[in-house]
């Protein structure tokens, strides 16, 4: 039994040795920052300039009539309003941007807003659109287009968004509204 149990020692000692002798692959290619999720923030005013998403506002719009449609599903808004965490996608490890619908924000010192979103920033997009609907038989259309370049020399470079560079518009109503490429696009609607 002694005979046996010696055997299976040894081999695990050959076979954990063996394990870190293992030489780790090139990374080179792995991407060393994260990308942005792309975003929608949309404020709504009346021309007054009072924040109609307010909750506190006498005007304030009935944020369970709103109805986001967006691929052949309907989302309601989710209300985040309250929450400390504004950092829709915070994270320290690589964050993989999802679909995660409709949701009421209220970041500091600002008014509140719809976040749609969020979609991978390193994936080229022709026009994606989505229309929100607002309960009183009023709608509005949404898009975005997204491209970018990739320059491998500054793949190390966070001020050069490690080696990408974008292209984004956003589109109200088939217009274009928001052309700065920031990967949080911004909308404004006067009702």
Request: proline share 4%.
């Amino acid at each position: 039994m002694k005979r046996y149990i010696k055997h299976i020692l040894a081999f695990a000692v050959i076979l954990i040795s063996s394990a870190c002798n293992t030489p780790i692959p090139e990374q080179e290619e792995i991407l060393t920052g994260d990308l942005t999720p792309i975003v929608m923030c949309i404020y709504v005013h009346n021309s007054e300039g009072v924040d109609l998403l307010d909750p506190q506002s006498e005007s304030s719009i009935d944020i369970g009539d709103i109805i986001l449609e967006y691929e052949g599903e309907t989302y309601s808004v989710k209300d985040y309003s309250t929450s400390d965490n504004y950092a829709y996608y915070s994270t320290t490890r690589y964050f993989s941007g999802h679909f995660d619908g409709i949701s009421l924000r209220h970041p500091k010192e600002s008014d509140y807003c719809l976040l749609i979103g969020c979609w991978n920033s390193d994936a080229k997009r022709d026009y994606t659109e989505m229309t929100l609907h607002w309960g009183n038989g009023a709608s509005d259309t949404f898009g975005f287009t997204s491209d970018y370049d990739y320059d491998p020399s500054r793949k190390n470079d966070p001020d050069r968004c490690w080696g990408y560079k974008f292209y984004r518009s956003g589109f109200l109503n088939g217009k274009v509204v928001d052309a700065d490429n920031d990967p949080q696009l911004e909308f404004t609607i006067i009702r």
